[in-house]
């Protein structure tokens, strides 16, 4: 839990994923590619993430329905922790068995 009852889902200390959950709607926020944000960020549902986003960083908040379904969300959740883990050191891959 970290940031405002938010649950914070990290690997080796690189954020990949946040979820709050919302008495109407799971919100979930996670990292995109270049082209997946540009393309995610007017779906309905879907949104540039609050805080994240506007510091330049291609982050996408599903937010409201229709939004992803359950695979696609999971797709790009998987996604950005893959692209969390290319951003930890060879050294810390290899700690963690990645």
């Known amino acids: 839990m970290q940031w405002g009852g938010a649950d914070v889902w990290k690997v080796g200390g690189k954020l990949f994923a946040l979820a709050w959950d919302d008495p109407d709607f799971l919100q979930i926020t996670f990292k995109a590619t270049e082209i997946g944000y540009e393309v995610m960020r007017t779906m309905p549902g879907l949104r540039p993430a609050p805080y994240l986003a506007s510091r330049g960083m291609k982050w996408i908040q599903h937010f409201e329905a ?3 379904d359950d695979d696609a969300l999971k797709e790009h959740i998987e ?3 893959h692209m969390a883990i290319k951003r930890l050191t060879k050294k810390a891959r290899a700690e963690l068995g990645l």
Do not use: E, I, K, R
Request: charged content about 0%; glycine content about 16%.
């Open 66 to 68: 229709p939004g992803l």
């Open 79 to 81: 996604l950005s922790y």
